[in-house]
């Protein structure tokens, strides 16, 4: 399930590295090939709010199957695309499947024992993780060595393989919900309204979101300007510290499950504030920033494990809806945190850009202190939760 995320999850961001040329192929100018790629993030949310609540009303194995199958034709279809008109739809169509993952970590929240939910989402969770980060640097690579429309179609079957797998591997059988599929979709803004858990999860997740897609956009703005002027593969590289953060996720869910989320949400933002603060002065250093940015990512990560587990604990019966609200919110945050990080370093500099994002993770870390009355037992004790704080 890790790896079937990870590979799904990674399919929205392939391109990215390749922009250059994939719009030197079409003979276009790359403003137009990065509107059709912002169709990605777009489909990605409509994926969110209408496929992922499909794994609690069907079979998890056929459901999932059946999005692999169309993301690997949507690739082939992208790796065929000759104009930007066609390639925008064909996108978003390929961000929408990329869900994939967000219904994975539902499913691995529902099939997981009470006492062991945030260990089974810590590693899935990370497979998300290593996707948005390895997909830039995986699809740059093979766009060098393969051609763009060459590295699409490995994806294609990679995912074709993965449809095959999830029939094999996931559950049969549909979940237990009792309520229909219009009707989900038609009580997710209601979730917000009737659960406070789900409400205090949203909104701290949208916040550090924010100052993670920030953080990642703008530094890679900042580093391509002088004095730096480094080119995009180098600047790609600094994602492999990142990438290194991702080890945090697996322990964060043991820890959650033994401490309980607050904990683990605490620590982790402190240390990512601090990396952020840190790495603010420190960009002209290139190995503190390195290491900045790693505990930046774990931080945030261990963070997201924790927080993803309270939200599963709602109702672990039926996951998948109270899933899909939160992560709309959360990628939404994230959408204006990357257009935010980017314009930022352009009109105030990176140390501005940082510093916003220090506060936006300092107000999640406030937001969790003062909102403790609301904390889910989740797959712990209150007892857990609370005492041991």
């Not at 459901?63 to 992208?78: N, T, Y």
């Not at 530094?219 to 391509?224: C, K, M, Q």
């Not at 607050?262 to 603060?277: E, H, K, M, Q, Y």
């Not at 809806?321 to 990080?341: E, H, I, K, Q």
């Amino acid at each position: 399930m890790a790896v079937a995320a990870a590979v799904g999850t990674s399919t929205i961001y392939p391109l990215q590295p390749a922009i250059a040329d994939v719009a030197d192929s079409m003979g276009t100018q790359i403003a137009a090939v990065g509107i059709a790629l912002a169709c990605g993030p777009v489909g990605y949310m409509v994926g969110l709010a209408l496929l992922v609540p499909l794994v609690d009303r069907f079979a998890p194995g056929r459901v999932l199957a059946a999005q692999f199958a169309v993301l690997a034709g949507a690739l082939v279809a992208c790796a065929a695309a000759g104009t930007v008109t066609v390639l925008g739809p064909v996108i978003g169509t390929v961000g929408a499947c990329s869900a994939v993952g967000a219904g994975l970590s539902s499913v691995a929240g529902r099939s997981a024992q009470p006492h062991r939910r945030a260990t089974v989402l810590g590693t899935v969770t990370a497979g998300i993780s290593v996707g948005i980060l390895a997909g830039r640097i995986v699809g740059g690579w093979l766009s060098d060595e393969l051609g763009w429309r060459a590295m699409l179609l490995v994806f294609a079957a990679v995912c074709a393989l993965l449809a095959v797998c999830c029939l094999v591997v996931l559950p049969a059988t549909p979940g237990r919900t009792e309520r229909g599929y219009l009707a989900t979709l038609r009580s997710l803004p209601g979730l917000f309204a009737r659960h406070a858990t789900l409400r205090v999860a949203a909104v701290r997740g949208f916040l550090w979101f924010f100052a993670f897609c920030a953080v990642w956009a703008g530094i890679a703005v900042a580093l391509s300007e002088p004095p730096y002027s480094y080119s995009a593969e180098r600047i790609g590289l600094y994602a492999l510290a990142g990438l290194s953060g991702v080890l945090a996720t697996p322990i964060a869910g043991v820890r959650t499950d033994r401490d309980g989320a607050r904990r683990v949400i605490l620590v982790g933002l402190v240390l990512a504030g601090t990396a952020t603060a840190i790495a603010g002065f420190s960009l002209a250093n290139t190995p503190v920033t390195l290491a900045c940015l790693a505990v930046f990512d774990a931080g945030l990560f261990a963070a997201q494990v924790a927080n993803q587990s309270t939200v599963l604990a709602i109702d672990p019966a039926a996951p998948a809806r109270f899933n899909s609200a939160y992560m709309l919110v959360y990628f939404v945050g994230g959408s204006l945190g990357t257009a935010f990080g980017a314009a930022s370093v352009e009109w105030f500099g990176w140390l501005a850009t940082a510093a916003t994002s220090t506060a936006m993770i300092v107000v999640a870390a406030m937001i969790t202190v003062f909102a403790r009355r609301f904390a889910p037992t989740g797959s712990v004790s209150r007892r857990a939760v609370f005492g041991r704080v």
